[in-house]
């Protein structure tokens, strides 16, 4: 059976995903729980519903048209029911404020090559499709069928990963894979257990086996109070780092909050609060990185 994917967001004209200008696939599910992650409606592998109550005009469709009973209207307005959601769609298709949102959907290898091929007037300067998340690399065969097709269409392929996945996920990829993004959080198990939820070994076990592959690799390394943003922290990443083959550049992203995120799929945001980090945090992580010898992009 061919095979399929799970996507739950498109982003189009994409120009922090990779070489040019691209078409980012985020695909559903991810190993790791991130504190800070951006994309909590990409944690779960199965279907999920977000309701963002700031845009609900108060129509009633959604209460009309679901068979589970999940919308009901009480004195104080409209309440959805989280637990009772199955999940299918029909009321955020049938939403005019655009008030609720699906997020996972299934499609063919063929469907995500259309969805890719309508902006490929757009991918000169070496552009073309990123898989992310999620973890792309849980679903390997797809990514690796999706490329394998693309590829024949000559368009670049980059794959944006945490890396904690088995190796031949990896292998799945690497024939059709012009670069790879690569999440490095911390190069030290402990803090890496407390904020990531697993140990960093695997992804950095991948990543050294990686660097000894042809592919270039684009590091990117999340900047977040608390965890990494110190300099003993930040040492030991640059270190690790400067010891791999095939690292064209390291990217540093400070932590901004996804909080409304968080609400819109009925979690608590973990980070709630926390500082961002300040323009000399972020100077200071730079030269740290191009001390040892790192072309920070
Ligand atoms: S269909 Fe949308 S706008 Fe209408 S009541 Fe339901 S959530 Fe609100
Ligand atoms: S996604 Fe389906 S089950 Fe869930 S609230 Fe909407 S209509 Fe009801």
């Known amino acids: 059976m061919p095979a399929r994917g799970v ?133 390997p065969g797809f990514c690796a069928a999706l490329f394998a097709v693309l590829k024949r269409d000559r368009v670049g392929c980059a794959v944006d990963t945490s890396g904690a996945v088995a190796w031949e996920s990896f292998e799945a990829v690497l024939p059709y894979t012009d670069v790879f993004l690569y999440d490095v959080k911390h190069v030290d198990d402990a803090p890496h257990r407390c904020w990531v939820g697993a140990s960093c070994e695997r992804a950095l076990g991948n990543l050294r086996t990686l660097s000894t592959r042809e592919a270039p690799i684009e590091v990117r390394v999340p900047l977040i109070p608390g965890f990494n943003l110190d300099e003993p922290s930040l040492q030991a990443i640059g270190r690790f780092l400067s010891g791999l083959r095939n690292i064209v550049g390291v990217r540093l992203l400070p932590y901004h909050p996804s909080s409304s995120k968080y609400e819109a799929i009925g979690k608590a945001d973990p980070m709630a609060g926390a500082e961002l980090p300040s323009a000399e945090q972020v100077t200071a992580a730079t030269d740290i990185m191009r001390g040892f010898g790192l072309r920070v992009t």
């Not at 309440?79 to 949102?101: D, N, P, S, W």
């Open 7 to 139: 996507l739950f967001d498109i982003k189009r004209f994409a120009v922090h995903d990779g070489p040019g200008v691209r078409t980012t696939l985020f695909l559903k599910g991810c190993p790791l729980r991130c504190r800070w992650c951006h994309n909590p409606e990409g944690m779960a592998a199965g279907p999920e519903l977000a309701y963002y109550s700031q845009k609900c005009r108060h129509c009633g469709e959604c209460v009309t048209v679901c068979p589970q009973g999940a919308h009901r209207w009480v004195d104080d307005g409209h309440v959805y029911e989280r637990e009772q959601c199955h999940a299918c769609g029909q009321c955020a298709a049938a939403c005019l404020g655009r008030a609720l949102k699906g997020f996972g959907r299934e499609v063919s290898v063929e469907e995500a090559r259309q969805i890719v091929l309508e902006d490929r007037d757009f991918y000169r300067d070496g552009g073309g499709v990123t898989v992310s998340g999620g973890e792309p690399l849980l679903q």
